[in-house]
Nanobody
């Protein structure tokens, strides 16, 4: 079955950096579009970035220029490099992929940015 496992979250000061990882299994990773989403307390889950099987990327305006999504098909992994972090980036970050059978999410990893 599809399994996504995020890691790399933590506590960082404003202006700092973190790199999130998402390890995927149960899918043909190389042909899968992978996405990162986040959800802050009391807010709806929002899309952050995605990367297609061909390596095309797209970002939410709020993170453009600060975050970079990448993938390693040999490792079945997708990454989110987050630089110049702001307190408003604090959230649980989730990895997502979609199949005909539906959307699949990881358990999330907490990112907290202190001011």
């Amino acid at each position: 079955q599809v399994q996504l496992v995020e890691s790399g979250g933590g506590l960082v000061q404003a202006g700092g950096s973190l790199r999130l990882s998402c390890a995927a299994s149960g899918i043909i990773f190389s042909i899968s579009t992978m996405g990162w989403y986040r959800q802050a307390p009391g807010k709806q889950r929002e899309w952050v970035a995605h990367i297609t099987s061909g390596g095309n990327t797209n970002y939410a305006n709020s993170v453009k220029g600060r975050f970079t999504i990448s993938r390693d098909n040999a490792k079945n992994a997708v990454y989110l490099q987050m630089n110049s972090l702001k307190p408003e980036d604090s959230a649980v970050y989730y990895c997502k992929t979609s199949r005909i059978s539906g959307d699949y999410w990881g358990q999330g990893t907490q990112v907290t940015v202190s001011s």
